[in-house]
């Protein structure tokens, strides 16, 4: 079946660094690709849709400046936590939408940020 | 918007007794619905999903769920739950324009009694 990548599963970082987070479809290519967080003991909040060739939408809250969405492929989209602060610790999830339409996403594996 | 609600927190059950974690949604027309799991440090895996047709819908598992339009519930359950059933659980909705933006309930975490 469809699955999607998620790369890497964790990092570990110091405060002021960015860190990249990679979302791949392995076998099919996706236009729209969404991004979640989720803080410990939370639930998964939507933060934005990363657009192929185009902006991402943002969901109301989430600054953009701080998560840069990029979607240069049909097959990749990338989030970076840029100048991290130890409230950025999460686990990160990305989802693609299933082939055929409508039909119910693809998670990646997630991962987990953690700024020290 | 869409919504969804999940009312329990925390449910704790004895191994062997049946389960049922409840889900109440907010949206205007019919919308996608869908129970997911999520063990302790791990990722998301779907149990089973609602698009339309039978309103009783089958999952992994041994779970099941019940689509309820009346009530806009979507309560999942199962016959005698097992220690490795122990994990968090979400319920989710999606719209029928697109049904991989998926809005996730607050979670349900599920201890099991020996």
């Known amino acids: 079946g469809a699955v999607v990548s998620q790369h890497p599963s964790w990092v570990i970082c110091k405060s002021g660094t960015s860190v990249k987070i990679e979302c791949r479809s392995l076998?099919?290519?996706?236009?729209?690709m969404f991004w979640y967080r989720q803080f410990p003991k939370q639930s998964l909040m939507l933060m934005a849709t990363?657009?192929?060739?185009?902006?991402?939408?943002?969901e109301q809250g989430v600054e953009k400046d701080k998560f840069l969405i990029n979607h240069a492929s049909l097959t990749l989209s990338t989030l970076t936590v840029t100048s991290a602060h130890p409230e950025d610790s999460s686990f990160y999830i990305c989802?693609?939408?299933?082939?055929?339409?409508?039909?119910?996403?693809?998670f990646g594996q997630g991962t987990r940020l953690t700024v020290v | 918007a869409q919504s969804v609600t999940q009312p329990d927190i925390h449910i704790t059950v004895s191994e062997g007794a049946s389960l049922e974690l409840r889900c109440n949604y907010s949206?205007?027309?019919?919308?996608?619905l869908f129970w997911y799991v999520q063990s302790p440090g791990q990722g998301l895996q779907l149990l089973l999903k609602?698009?339309?047709?039978?309103?009783l819908v089958q999952g992994i598992k041994g779970f099941e769920a019940e689509f309820k339009r009346s009530q806009s519930s979507f309560n999942l359950r199962k016959p005698s739950v097992h220690w490795s059933d122990a994990a968090e659980y979400f319920c989710?909705?999606?719209?029928?324009?697109?049904?991989?933006?998926?809005?996730f309930g607050s979670g349900t975490r599920l201890s099991i009694r020996p």
């Open positions: 989802s693609a939408p299933g082939r055929a339409p409508n039909t119910e996403a693809f």
């Open positions: 076998d099919f290519q996706a236009t729209t």
């Open positions: 990363s657009n192929e060739g185009s902006k991402a939408t943002y």
């Open positions: 949206y205007g027309a019919t919308p996608y």
């Open positions: 609602y698009f339309s047709g039978d309103t």
């Open positions: 989710a909705v999606a719209s029928y324009s697109s049904a991989s933006k998926i809005i």
